[in-house]
T-cell receptor, first 114, second 117 residues
Framework: AQTVTQSQPEMSVQEAETVTLSCTYD???????LFWYKQPPSRQMILVIR??????QNATENRFSVNFQKAAKSFSLKISDSQLGDTAMYFC???????????FGQGTRLTINP | SAVISQKPSRDICQRGTSLTIQCQVD?????MFWYRQQPGQSLTLIAT?????????ESGFVIDKFPISRPNLTFSTLTVSNMSPEDSSIYLC??????????????FGPGTRLLVL
């Protein structure tokens, strides 16, 4: 069975700082996708970034980027120039290609302080 | 991405009763999914709702407890039956993205917060 581990239950940084959230996963599959979702207090799950396992290039979306290390099964999220609106729970998720089932980590509560 | 709405947004129910949650999408989608998020926890897939066929349930979830309907390509319902306080959770529906580069990516509705007394 696939598992996703987020080792940081909570993190807190100052506005404008850079923060990195960790995620590791366990799978014997070679074709899969990895995602980061954000859940602010409004509870809406928002897709932040997506990475295909077959791509060596790390995905980026504006201030959000990932460090995908396939051999190490690591998928960290870097948030640059953090903003107050980045305060949220962040979930790392994994999906085997074609399986249509997302497996989520336990989440990291990120607080951006003014 | 599709615009997804859910009704109700929240509800407080008495144990032993049932609640039906609706999920509406603004475009036709093949796959719709239902997740549960228990308090302080992560999300767990309940079932996949297929149009024209029965839902596919994950281990630990059964049709008698969580019946699902999928009458067309834009709508699905999840019923939480014979509720107990342990069913207090946020229930979220999701759909698969469309368009090249976004296949196999799920987008979520706003969720339904359920409290069972």
């Amino acid at each position: 069975a696939q598992t996703v581990t987020q080792s940081q239950p909570e993190m807190s940084v100052q506005e404008a700082e850079t923060v990195t959230l960790s995620c590791t996963y366990d799978t014997s599959e070679s074709n899969y996708y990895l995602f980061w979702y954000k859940q602010p207090p409004s509870r809406q799950m928002i897709l932040v970034i997506r990475q295909e396992a077959y791509k060596q290039q790390n995905a980026t979306e504006n201030r959000f980027s990932v460090n995908f290390q396939k051999a190490a099964k690591s998928f960290s999220l870097k948030i640059s120039d953090s903003q107050l609106g980045d305060t949220a729970m962040y979930f790392c998720a994994f999906m085997i290609q074609g399986a249509q089932k997302l497996v989520f980590g336990q989440g990291t509560r990120l607080t951006i302080n003014p | 991405s599709a615009v997804i709405s859910q009704k109700p947004s929240r509800d407080i129910c008495q144990r032993g009763t049932s609640l039906t949650i609706q999920c509406q999408v603004d475009s036709q989608v093949t796959m719709m999914f239902w997740y549960r998020q228990q308090p302080g926890q992560s999300l767990t897939l309940i079932a996949t709702a297929n149009q024209g066929s029965e839902a596919t349930y994950e281990s630990g979830f059964v049709i008698d407890k969580f019946p699902i309907s999928r009458p067309n390509l834009t709508f699905s319902t999840l019923t939480v039956s014979n509720m107990s306080p342990e069913d207090s959770s946020i229930y979220l529906c999701s759909v698969e993205g469309r368009g090249r580069g976004w296949e196999e990516t799920q987008y979520f509705g706003p969720g339904t917060r359920l409290l069972v007394l």
